[in-house]
């Protein structure tokens, strides 16, 4: 079970990308603003000062980034921590609940300017 499990962290890790991108989230009919600090076709983790409770349903804006318009995506928060970071921000996760073809678009274009950046071997 052990290497079963091992084999689905790999897999999640594989799919996510580190990025930094302004966002929007209104929870509760209050908006709030965080980074998106890592994006995936199935959902993402947010910095924000403000921390969703856990199982609440979220309205996600992103608004910069390789982005023609902002892009919101409808989700559920699935899990946060409270000041993990010096800033005091805590961080917390949403699945998405369906995969806009414009946020496969945004991912392609990110792992591309990342794949353009690293060294060549030579």
């Known amino acids: 079970m052990h290497s079963r499990s091992r084999v689905a962290q790999d897999r999640r890790n594989l799919s996510r990308i580190a990025t930094c991108l302004d966002c929007r989230f209104d929870?509760?009919?209050t908006s709030r603003e965080g980074v998106v600090i890592d994006l995936s076709l199935k959902g993402?983790?947010?910095?924000?000062?403000?921390?969703?409770p856990g199982g609440s349903r979220i309205s996600l804006t992103l608004l910069s980034g390789p982005l023609e318009r902002p892009l919101t995506i409808e989700g559920k928060v699935r899990r946060w921590h409270a000041g993990m970071?010096?800033?005091g921000k805590g961080r917390f996760g949403v699945e998405f609940d369906h995969t806009p073809v414009d946020l496969a678009r945004l991912i392609g274009r990110l792992v591309n300017n990342v794949s353009s950046k690293e060294p060549r071997a030579g």
């Open 27 to 29: 929870a509760s009919g």
């Open 85 to 87: 970071s010096g800033s």
């Open 44 to 52: 993402a983790y947010v910095s924000s000062a403000f921390l969703p």
